[in-house]
């Protein structure tokens, strides 16, 4: 069973920063592109950014310059550096990722369960 747990999130000043983290656990053969999502109340889950297992990433034009996703490929952690926060990055953050379970399978989406980001102005 392939399991992805993130933390980090929380109650923060408009300005501040967070750090989300997001590891993946259980048997599978290898990780390629791990996501960071977000659903702010009433809306749709957007994709905020997504790195490649080579490390090449893509932001949301919303976020560029204030966030920086990483990954650790030993540790099969992601992490999502969160600064100059402002109200309207408030949502569930939920971490992604595409596993593939071994050798001869197909690579499937995972979701971690999300953990609440709120930003208060």
């Known amino acids: 069973q392939v399991r992805l747990v993130e933390s980090g999130g929380g109650l923060v000043q408009a300005g501040g920063s967070l750090r989300l983290s997001c590891a993946a656990s259980?048997?599978?053969?290898?990780?390629?592109?791990m996501s960071w999502y977000r659903q702010a109340p009433g809306k749709q889950r957007e994709l905020v950014v997504d790195?490649?297992?080579?490390?090449?990433?893509n932001y949301a034009d919303s976020v560029k310059g204030r966030f920086t996703i990483s990954r650790d490929n030993a540790k099969n952690t992601v992490y999502l550096q969160m600064n100059s926060l402002k109200p309207e990055d408030t949502g569930v953050y939920f971490c992604?990722?595409?596993?593939?379970?071994?050798?001869?399978?197909?690579?499937?989406?995972?979701w971690g369960q999300g953990t609440q980001v709120t930003v208060s102005s």
């Open positions: 790195i490649t297992s080579s490390g090449n990433t």
């Open positions: 259980g048997n599978f053969f290898s990780i390629n592109t």
């Open positions: 992604a990722a595409v596993i593939r379970r071994a050798t001869w399978s197909n690579a499937n989406d995972y």
